[in-house]
């Protein structure tokens, strides 16, 4: 017997094929937003049970389908959106692979009911496992009803990888926001368990990014909007004094359809250079049209990722853009113009683009320096990451082999155990450099490094709250306002007593925004706003889910923000207090970061320098 290969059933194979395109709730959620959009619906309603694991229907006014049109839709490869090849390179429309409703039907139970308005009446499926149940005809509205019931019903290992409830209701409310951002003059709800949580009436897309993001957005915006042959951007960025600390309200749609692309993100944050602090954000909600042709979309499955012709042209013309309306609204006065208008005037973006005019702009010294230059800053931020181990290991020169030697030796450096620490009342502290304390200790002299001291020390305490030991609270006198993107403030909801346990008192206020009633008593900051955002941070880049560790992580964070910095003056109080805490520390003498705190110089050593 060698016939070893078999032909899978074709119920298995479409259940592989599905997890492709439906991988959890929200793309589902996506795909049929997509497909009500397509079918010209002016008023698309999205419907949520169990964060759509039980339930998600979408009930739009769209062009509806005829009873035949209504079964084979659920074909594998069946569109009405590409007849011939050629098609693929000039569709407009989003969705147009015909993958969608087929393999939702592979995994998912399916109910549809549509109607055309020419049609007496309508149709009503039922499918399950790639099988029809049910066709019949049925009295019902003009437009299509999709309802997905109890998704991967079939396949128990996928469902049991779904996250949490809150972590999937995240991934929904994000796939309905770039529909819902992408589309203005459709009007969206969303109603999730019974309530309604969005209600978007038709309007600009202004008004549509203020639905979204909240009234703190009206006065904040400013318009982008630059035209060529090639390509055309419009939408809205952030004001610099708005940006954040967390990546996420960036929303990018080429062809009306939301990308991922890390390249242009870069093109648009970079045309903030100077306005914004490092490492903080914009926000952007910014469309680019261009011919489809030039693009490629369908590298990634799930459709996010895209490929341009000519991506470094594309680059170039988003920052220019976004500069210039930056400059218009004359929100910038240290905006550096010398840059700006001869890209501005550059052949490229103002003539059609002919395959020469698209050489002389890629070999331009100019359009090179805008590229390097944003290249150098990526290079030059990631060395300037401190590394500590290198400052102990190198050894090139004979500077550096005196330090090398030195610290080798058991006997000239000894990072010490800080349980041992201690300092008299009456024993001599100093500050050396703004950014050491120093003191005698019974054999020789110690040198803390006052930064990486302190947030070892704030560490430990903001981490021991969640052992029982919450940091108290101090109410503020006037609550602060924080707005939150819907996304965002769902993950806040999540958090609340994370956070107060850490002695952040935080409470909805409505619209996505929550009130900042209370902060850890004893640890001022400037900016309290910024803490959350960075603790935000941290949960959205380590994982889509809350993992184990991240409370670990929010410690650290709060240390890290609280701390004092290198360069502040402590007087003899506050560095005996600081020794006497660290002497407390359960670490030893090394930092959460796996530095050493504190270096020691033994008299033995001195000894033996002097020869004695
Ligand atoms: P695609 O959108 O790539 O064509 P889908 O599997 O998403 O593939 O949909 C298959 C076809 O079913 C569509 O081309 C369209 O003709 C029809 N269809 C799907 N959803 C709707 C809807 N809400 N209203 C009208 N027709 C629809
Ligand atoms: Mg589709």
Same mark, same amino acid.
């Given at each position: 017997?060698?016939?070893? =290969?078999?032909?899978?059933?074709?119920?298995?194979?479409?259940?592989?094929?599905?997890?492709?395109? %439906?991988?959890?709730?929200?793309?589902?959620?996506?795909?049929?937003?997509?497909?009500?959009?397509?079918?010209?619906? &002016?008023?698309?309603?999205?419907?949520?049970?169990?964060?759509?694991?039980?339930?998600?229907? !979408? =009930?739009?006014? *769209?062009?509806?389908?005829?009873?035949?049109?209504?079964?084979?839709?659920?074909?594998?490869?069946?569109?009405?959106? #590409?007849?011939?090849?050629?098609?693929?390179?000039?569709?407009?429309?989003?969705?147009?692979?015909?993958?969608?409703?087929?393999? =939702?039907?592979?995994?998912?139970?399916?109910?549809?009911?549509?109607?055309?308005?020419?049609?007496?009446?309508?149709?009503? %499926?039922?499918?399950?496992?790639?099988?029809?149940?049910?066709?019949?005809? !049925?009295?019902?509205?003009?437009?299509?009803?999709?309802?997905?019931?109890?998704?991967?019903?079939?396949?128990?290992?996928?469902?049991?990888?779904?996250?949490?409830?809150?972590?999937?209701?995240?991934?929904?409310?994000?796939?309905? #926001?770039?529909?819902?951002?992408?589309?203005?003059?459709?009007?969206?709800?969303?109603?999730?368990?019974?309530?309604?949580?969005?209600?978007?009436?038709?309007?600009?897309?202004?008004?549509?990014?203020?639905?979204?993001?909240?009234?703190?957005?009206?006065?904040?915006?400013?318009?982008?909007?630059?035209?060529?042959?090639?390509?055309? !951007?419009?939408?809205?960025?952030?004001?610099?004094?708005?940006?954040?600390?967390?990546?996420?309200?960036?929303?990018?749609?080429?062809?009306?359809?939301?990308?991922?692309?890390?390249?242009?993100?870069?093109?648009?944050?970079?045309?903030?250079?100077?306005?914004?602090?490092?490492?903080?954000?914009?926000?952007?909600?910014?469309?680019?049209?261009?011919?489809?042709?030039?693009?490629?979309?369908?590298?990634?499955?799930?459709?996010?990722? %895209?490929?341009?012709?000519?991506?470094?042209?594309?680059?170039?013309?988003?920052?220019?853009?976004?500069?210039?309306?930056?400059?218009?609204?004359?929100? &910038?006065?240290?905006?550096?113009?010398?840059?700006?208008?001869?890209?501005?005037?550059?052949?490229?973006?103002?003539?059609?683009?002919?395959?020469?005019?698209?050489?002389?702009?890629?070999?331009? *010294?100019?359009?090179?320096?805008?590229?390097?230059?944003?290249?150098?800053?990526?290079?030059?931020?990631?060395?300037?990451?401190?590394?500590?181990?290198?400052?102990?290991?190198?050894?090139?020169?004979?500077?550096?082999?005196?330090?090398?030697?030195?610290?080798?030796?058991?006997?000239?450096?000894?990072?010490?155990?800080?349980?041992?620490?201690?300092?008299?009342?009456?024993?001599?502290?100093?500050?050396?450099?703004?950014?050491?304390? !120093?003191?005698?200790?019974?054999?020789?002299?110690?040198?803390?490094?006052?930064?990486?001291?302190?947030?070892?020390?704030?560490?430990?305490?903001?981490?021991?709250?969640?052992?029982?030991?919450?940091?108290?609270?101090?109410?503020?006198?006037?609550?602060?306002?924080?707005?939150?993107?819907?996304?965002?403030?769902?993950?806040?909801?999540?958090?609340?007593?994370?956070?107060?346990?850490?002695?952040?008192?935080?409470?909805?206020?409505?619209?996505?925004?929550?009130?900042?009633?209370?902060?850890?008593?004893?640890?001022?900051?400037?900016?309290?706003? &910024?803490?959350?955002?960075?603790?935000?941070?941290? =949960?959205?880049?380590?994982?889509?889910?809350?993992?184990?560790?991240?409370?670990?992580?929010?410690?650290?964070?709060?240390?890290?923000?609280?701390?004092?910095?290198?360069?502040?003056?402590?007087?003899?109080?506050?560095?005996?207090?600081?020794?006497?805490?660290?002497?407390?520390?359960? &670490?030893?003498?090394?930092?959460?970061?796996?530095?050493?705190?504190?270096?020691?110089?033994?008299?033995?050593?001195?000894?033996?320098?002097?020869?004695?």
């Amino acid at each position: 017997m060698s016939n070893l =290969i078999q032909i899978l059933p074709s119920h298995i194979a479409n259940q592989i094929a599905a997890g492709e395109v %439906i991988q959890r709730p929200a793309s589902a959620v996506k795909e049929l937003l997509e497909n009500a959009v397509d079918a010209g619906a &002016s008023e698309i309603k999205l419907v949520v049970l169990d964060a759509g694991k039980s339930l998600i229907q !979408v =009930i739009d006014n *769209g062009r509806g389908m005829h009873a035949e049109d209504a079964k084979n839709c659920f074909e594998r490869h069946a569109t009405s959106k #590409i007849s011939e090849i050629d098609d693929l390179f000039k569709i407009r429309t989003m969705g147009f692979r015909g993958e969608a409703l087929a393999s =939702i039907a592979a995994v998912a139970q399916v109910e549809l009911k549509t109607k055309r308005q020419e049609d007496e009446h309508g149709t009503w %499926i039922e499918i399950e496992n790639s099988k029809i149940l049910k066709q019949e005809p !049925v009295v019902c509205a003009n437009g299509t009803s999709i309802a997905m019931k109890n998704l991967f019903f079939n396949v128990p290992a996928r469902r049991n990888f779904l996250k949490s409830n809150s972590v999937e209701i995240r991934h929904i409310t994000e796939e309905f #926001i770039r529909v819902a951002l992408a589309f203005p003059d459709v009007s969206f709800s969303l109603i999730n368990e019974g309530e309604i949580s969005f209600q978007l009436d038709r309007g600009t897309l202004k008004q549509r990014i203020v639905q979204l993001m909240g009234n703190a957005h009206g006065t904040k915006l400013v318009s982008v909007e630059e035209k060529t042959e090639y390509l055309e !951007v419009k939408g809205f960025v952030g004001k610099p004094d708005t940006a954040k600390k967390t990546r996420g309200d960036q929303y990018l749609f080429v062809n009306e359809r939301f990308v991922k692309n890390p390249y242009l993100t870069h093109a648009v944050v970079g045309s903030y250079e100077e306005m914004i602090a490092p490492g903080s954000f914009p926000f952007f909600a910014l469309f680019i049209e261009l011919d489809p042709a030039r693009v490629d979309v369908n590298v990634h499955p799930t459709k996010q990722e %895209i490929k341009f012709e000519d991506e470094k042209l594309v680059y170039t013309f988003i920052k220019s853009a976004i500069r210039h309306a930056l400059a218009q609204f004359s929100i &910038s006065p240290a905006l550096d113009f010398n840059l700006d208008p001869s890209i501005q005037h550059s052949d490229a973006l103002n003539k059609p683009l002919t395959n020469e005019a698209d050489q002389r702009v890629q070999s331009g *010294g100019l359009y090179k320096s805008f590229i390097d230059r944003s290249q150098a800053h990526r290079i030059e931020s990631s060395s300037n990451l401190k590394d500590w181990k290198s400052f102990f290991t190198s050894s090139n020169n004979s500077e550096n082999s005196y330090q090398e030697t030195f610290f080798q030796d058991q006997h000239l450096h000894q990072i010490k155990r800080s349980s041992s620490l201690e300092l008299p009342p009456s024993a001599p502290v100093f500050q050396m450099n703004q950014t050491y304390i !120093v003191f005698e200790q019974s054999n020789g002299i110690t040198i803390l490094h006052q930064q990486l001291a302190h947030q070892q020390v704030l560490f430990e305490k903001f981490n021991a709250a969640w052992q029982g030991k919450a940091i108290p609270v101090q109410q503020n006198l006037f609550p602060q306002a924080i707005q939150f993107s819907p996304a965002d403030a769902q993950i806040i909801q999540h958090i609340l007593p994370d956070l107060l346990q850490l002695g952040y008192q935080l409470e909805p206020f409505g619209n996505h925004a929550f009130l900042l009633q209370g902060i850890p008593a004893d640890y001022a900051t400037d900016n309290d706003q &910024s803490v959350i955002e960075m603790i935000l941070e941290d =949960i959205k880049e380590n994982t889509s889910s809350l993992h184990r560790g991240y409370k670990e992580k929010m410690a650290k964070t709060l240390a890290r923000k609280h701390a004092v910095k290198p360069g502040t003056v402590l007087d003899d109080s506050t560095m005996r207090d600081l020794v006497f805490r660290l002497s407390l520390s359960l &670490s030893g003498a090394t930092h959460f970061d796996g530095k050493p705190l504190l270096v020691e110089v033994k008299k033995e050593y001195l000894s033996s320098v002097f020869g004695l």
